[in-house]
């Protein structure tokens, strides 16, 4: 009976010494393909950066398109807001400096 609680105790440590020899071969495979995957990606990102990017429409087209819509939906909203919502009779007596001129006298008080 005591030889066979020895036994177990010893088959128990041998197990527990197997586990703890096992435990940081396991964690180094871990880190190993963390530090893979870490490297893999690095070199992808580099590739990209690497390639570059060729822009279809330069920068400077982009904001001379950007004022060019802005100024069209301005003359835009101005003439259905004086022609269509206003009392105005035509929509295109919104380009008329007449009418910004009296409008501007008004303003001023004149």
Do not use: C
Request: overall charge negative.
């Amino acid at each position: 009976m005591q030889q066979e609680a020895v036994e177990e105790k010893q088959e128990q440590q041998e197990q527990h010494e197997e586990e703890q020899e096992k435990k940081p071969q396991k964690e180094g495979k871990k880190s190993k393909k963390r530090k893979e995957v870490k490297e893999e990606k690095k070199e992808e990102e580099f590739k990209h950066k690497r390639k570059g990017f060729i822009r279809i429409f330069p920068v400077w087209l982009r904001v001379i398109v950007i004022l060019a819509l802005t100024v069209g939906a301005l003359v835009a909203g101005l003439m259905v807001g004086y022609g269509v919502l206003g009392e105005g009779d035509d929509m295109n007596d919104v380009l008329d400096r007449q009418l910004w001129e009296g409008i501007y006298d008004y303003m001023r008080g004149e």
